[in-house]
């Protein structure tokens, strides 16, 4: 149990962090016709360090429970933890398949909105997408690991 818990937030603060980088990967950004600047921003940095990080406490990890660096949370070792796996992974699709359509009617919203009502707002709808797909992400594995660790103690 603790190997998917391990796993499940470990995963989830990658998430964040990928869709942070995604959301603010330059700190400035200019392109004239004589020269093409640019600068990373904070996010790219982080997450590339957790990266590198999460991987070594992995591998340290694994390696002290003489377990198989594949041996994720969708791993088992027997019948009971196989149906536990499954499970656990129907309510994770579930939950993305709903925050997909959740995801879908905020965009269109967003959208049929910002030609009506909020015309003068600037929405960025990447950084809105990118938000959203990663809070689906974060709740798919966040789901995962809690009924995996219910059904666990079952």
Not at 6 to 29: Q, T, Y
Not at 139 to 150: E, H, P, R, S
């Amino acid at each position: 149990m603790k190997r998917v818990i391990f796993e499940c937030i470990g995963n989830s603060i990658l998430f964040v962090l990928a869709g942070m980088m995604l959301i603010h990967p330059f700190s400035e950004f200019q392109n004239t016709d004589e020269k093409f600047y640019f600068a990373t921003g904070i996010f790219p940095v982080i997450f590339v360090l957790y990266l590198i990080a999460f991987g070594l406490v992995r591998l340290v990890v694994y390696k002290k429970s003489k377990k198989s660096f594949k041996d994720s949370e969708l791993s088992f070792s027997d019948e009971r933890e196989k149906i536990i796996v499954a499970e656990s992974t129907k309510l994770a699709y579930q939950v993305i398949i709903t925050s997909l359509l959740v995801i879908m009617a905020v965009l269109a919203g967003i959208r049929f909105f910002s030609l009506t009502i909020l015309k003068n707002m600037e929405i960025d709808l990447y950084s809105v997408s990118i938000a959203l797909i990663t809070v689906t992400l974060v709740f798919a594995m966040l789901a995962y690991g809690i009924k995996w660790c219910v059904e666990y103690r079952k």
